[in-house]
């Protein structure tokens, strides 16, 4: 015999099993079931033992695992103590992702597809879409800029050959000593009815695979958890990529993979896009440069016309590197920082090496005189005869 501690003072001591025995239905509250478990199995709890708690107290498994749904921590696990460790972290999340609208860039130019892209998500149509192109064209910007116009949310994963189901679908975590099962961004998305954006997919490893029936619409199935993720309205995905999914036959872009034949089946329409046109990249390079204080158009002209002139002898085979409209935004910054022209290109173009970097600044000097102006001349010693 021994006193029970969910009893008022007034009760009769009974022992313990019995008083759970002469429970009515209507004390079978969530803290009454919580309690009792806690005080009959400790804070770690079965499927065994929840279904013996039920047999005890005349009700069905059903009610009982309903009421304790956010202290799961697998199929038939539940851990009594979890839950104010999954909210500490839900909270954390949310604070990370407290606005997943991306913010407007004033000085965006549309260009290429983006009406296309645009009306894509527009429409709020499950219809996932593949971009291809070169490095450096705005593939990504371009997405997040369509979804700052419709105030659409947007979760941007990084892929890399080390992403996995874990990085993308979610698992459990460790919070406060405690674990808790926490939601990855493909699912948050799908909650959230947000634009998930796959960018550098090709570096992806067949993991990837995870993402089959999302591609499919289907939402996914959380083994872990036993719950089914429907995607909300909205919900879509978008992959940016360097390539086709084909790998690289030129090396160009090393690390790159081939892709699952399926995987890529999923993705319903392939946008190619381009760099811009010279009088768009100009738009774009005046506005940066404008943005940034920097009013010498000419300046601008002259790196427009510079890179557009490279891009056309790299797709007849003259040069194996290309300056791409990101390589003008680097070097328009570095100009707003350092004030020169030559150290501006040169400090951008350094990447590449001796020989291609050497091409490229030479073809600058016959585009644009003033850099020339800005070489100090080499004074020489006077030569004597003494």
């Not at 209507?26 to 929840?50: F, K, N, R």
């Not at 995987?263 to 390079?285: C, G, S, V």
Request: glycine share 8%; with cysteine; hydrophobic share 40%.
């Amino acid at each position: 015999m021994r006193d029970c501690p969910l009893c008022p003072d007034s009760a009769p001591t009974l022992p313990y099993t019995n008083f759970i025995n002469t429970r009515q239905p209507m004390a079978l509250s969530a803290d009454y079931i919580l309690t009792s478990l806690t005080e009959l199995y400790g804070t770690d709890i079965s499927a065994a033992d929840v279904k013996g708690w039920c047999a005890m107290n005349g009700t069905t498994y059903q009610t009982v695992t309903k009421k304790l749904e956010q202290y799961k921590t697998g199929r038939g696990k539940w851990n009594l103590t979890v839950s104010e460790a999954r909210e500490q972290m839900e909270q954390s999340y949310a604070s990370i992702t407290r606005s997943l609208v991306p913010a407007k860039d004033q000085t965006f130019v549309p260009f290429g597809n983006y009406t296309d892209l645009k009306k894509i998500i527009q429409s709020r149509i499950f219809y996932p879409t593949f971009i291809t192109g070169m490095s450096g064209n705005g593939k990504t910007f371009g997405v997040e800029q369509a979804c700052a116009a419709l105030n659409r949310e947007l979760i941007r994963v990084n892929i890399t050959i080390e992403t996995d189901e874990d990085d993308l679908i979610g698992g459990f975590r460790l919070a406060n000593g405690e674990t808790a099962w926490h939601d990855g961004p493909v699912i948050e998305a799908l909650r959230r009815g947000a634009i998930l954006l796959l960018d550098e997919v090709d570096l992806a490893s067949n993991k990837i695979l995870c993402l089959q029936s999302i591609l499919e619409g289907k939402g996914i199935f959380l083994k872990k958890t036993g719950q089914y993720i429907q995607p909300a309205p909205g919900f879509n995905i978008i992959a940016t990529a360097n390539t086709k999914g084909k790998g690289s036959d030129d090396g160009r872009f090393i690390g790159t993979n081939v892709l699952n034949e399926a995987f890529l089946e999923r993705f319903a329409l392939t946008i190619e896009q381009d760099y811009p046109t010279a009088a768009t990249e100009l738009k774009i390079i005046e506005g940066i440069s404008l943005d940034l204080g920097i009013e010498d158009r000419a300046f601008c002209k002259s790196l427009v016309d510079w890179a557009d002139i490279i891009r056309k002898t790299f797709k007849d085979g003259g040069v194996d590197e290309v300056i791409s409209t990101r390589r003008l935004v680097h070097i328009i910054r570095a100009f707003s920082i350092f004030g020169k022209k030559e150290k501006a290109i040169k400090s951008c173009i350094n990447r590449f090496d001796d020989e291609v970097k050497e091409v490229f600044w030479d073809l600058y000097t016959k585009l644009d005189a003033d850099v020339v102006q800005e070489i100090p001349p080499v004074n020489f010693p006077e030569v004597t005869n003494d």
